[in-house]
């Protein structure tokens, strides 16, 4: 019953920018945290960034200062904006998210998005 659908990938030429959105929907009580990831090909899953409910933000090294993660608690929405763009961004970036589906749910659930292509290329 929960969803995670992401947007905003495209293709762009390097030092351009794009913004993700994912938004989550279903049976969800409260929202821990959202992030995103992502995987180039013949590489692992890597953390990019992630914000929780108390606007607690974090990003990994190599995005700091051009990736800026940022939500709408009244939607349900986690946005991931990218400046000055690298080939080596190009990746699938997935949603995640941290949720508590009911009241009475005693632990949190992960959920994972589909993925959206993000290509940075001249």
């Known amino acids: 019953q929960v969803q995670l659908v992401e947007s905003g990938g495209g293709f762009v030429q390097p030092g351009g920018s794009l913004r993700l959105s994912c938004a989550a929907s279903g049976s969800i009580f409260s929202i821990n945290a959202m992030g995103w990831y992502r995987q180039a090909p013949g590489k692992q899953r890597e953390f990019v960034a992630e914000?929780?409910?108390?606007?607690?933000?974090n990003y990994v090294d190599s995005v700091k200062g051009r990736f800026t993660i940022s939500r709408d608690s009244a939607e349900n929405t986690v946005y991931l904006q990218m400046n000055s763009l690298k080939p080596e961004d190009t990746a699938v970036y997935y949603c995640?998210?941290?949720?508590?589906?009911?009241?009475?749910?005693?632990?949190?659930?992960?959920?994972w998005g589909k993925g959206t292509q993000v290509t940075v290329s001249s």
């Open positions: 914000i929780t409910s108390g606007d607690n933000a």
């Open positions: 995640n998210a941290v949720l508590r589906r009911t009241f009475y749910s005693a632990a949190y659930s992960e959920y």
